[in-house]
C-alpha cells in the first residue's frame, strides 16, 4: 500500500466512524422505531407496486434497512457507507460497505430496479450526483427503474439545511432535469409526496400511513418530499431485456 493510500483509508475511516457518530446523535430509539413502522406501510402501501417479486432490486444508502427489508424481491443488495447499517440488514440481502459512488461490483445491466431515499442531498456536488446517476444507468437493465424519494428544498426551503450533511438543494424539477441529463425518462414525478421528516406531522401507526397513501389530496398539504422514477430506455426494438 502506497503513502496516499494509506492516508486515503485513515481518511475513509475517520469519515465512516464520525457518520455513525452523527446518526446515533441524530435518531433516537424512538425515532428508530417510528421509521420501522413508517417504512413498512410505505412499501406495502406505494413501493411494492413498482417492484416485481422476480427482480434484482438495489438499494443505495440502505441506511439501518427500513426499506429493503419490508420490501419484495427475488434479488436485494444492499449498500451503505456506515458500518453500523451491516447489524439491521437481513440475512437474505447482500450487503456491501462501502461508499455509494462506487457501483463497480456490480456488471452492466444487472439490476431491475434501483431506489434511493433521502441519498441525493448529501452528495457534495451535482458532478458526483452526475457520475452517480450515470453508474446507476448502466447497472440497470434496459427498462429498468431507478427510484427516489427526495426532501423537496422548494416546500422546505428552512429544514432543509438544518441538517449537517445536506450538500446539494433539489426540487422535483431539477432533480427531474438530472435524471434526463443522464438519459432516464422521467416514468413518474410526484412534486410533495411525503412529510419532510418521520418527526413531521405525518401519523406514525401503519393504519393511519396506509391511509395518507390512499388519500393524495393531503399530500399537497403536508408533502415536503418528492417521488421521482426514472426508467432506462428499452433497447431500439422496443424489447426491455438484453437479449
Known amino acids: 500500500m502506497t503513502c496516499r ?11 465512516m466512524l464520525n457518520l455513525d457518530r452523527l446518526y446515533r446523535a441524530r435518531f433516537s430509539d424512538a425515532d428508530v422505531a417510528a421509521k420501522e413502522r413508517v417504512w413498512q406501510a410505505l412499501c406495502a402501501g406505494f413501493f411494492q407496486r413498482y417492484i416485481k417479486k422476480t427482480d434484482t432490486l438495489l438499494e443505495v444508502a440502505c441506511g ?6 419490508h420490501i419484495n424481491a427475488g434479488k436485494k443488495i444492499a449498500l451503505d457507507i456506515n458500518p453500523e447499517s451491516e447489524k439491521f440488514i437481513p440475512p437474505d ?3 456491501h460497505l462501502g461508499t455509494a459512488t462506487d457501483l463497480s461490483f456490480l456488471p452492466d445491466s444487472g439490476v431491475d430496479v434501483c431506489f434511493v431515499s433521502n441519498f441525493f442531498e448529501h452528495l457534495p456536488s451535482k458532478d458526483v450526483m452526475d457520475d452517480f446517476l450515470g453508474d446507476v444507468y448502466r447497472v440497470l437493465r ?11 428544498i422548494k416546500y422546505a426551503p428552512g429544514d432543509y439545511w438544518d441538517f449537517y450533511d445536506h450538500f446539494i438543494p ?4 431539477s432533480c427531474a432535469e438530472a435524471f434526463q441529463k443522464c438519459g432516464f425518462e422521467v416514468a413518474e414525478l410526484i412534486g410533495r409526496f411525503m412529510p419532510f421528516s418521520t418527526r413531521s406531522a405525518l401519523p406514525k ?6 391511509l395518507y397513501l390512499a388519500f393524495p389530496p393531503v399530500w399537497r398539504i403536508l408533502g415536503r ?4 422514477a426514472g426508467k432506462k430506455p428499452a433497447q431500439p426494438d422496443g424489447t426491455n431485456s438484453d437479449q
Not at 142 to 152: E, F, I, S, T
Open 205 to 210: 401507526h401503519p393504519f393511519l400511513v396506509k
Open 5 to 15: 493510500q494509506a492516508v486515503n483509508v485513515w481518511k475513509r475511516t475517520k469519515f
Open 142 to 152: 434496459p427498462g429498468g427503474m431507478l427510484m427516489a424519494m427526495q426532501p423537496n
Open 170 to 173: 433539489l426540487t422535483h424539477l
Open 93 to 95: 440481502v447482500e450487503f
Open 64 to 69: 439501518y434497512g427500513e426499506f429493503i427489508r
Open 225 to 228: 418530499q418528492f417521488f421521482i
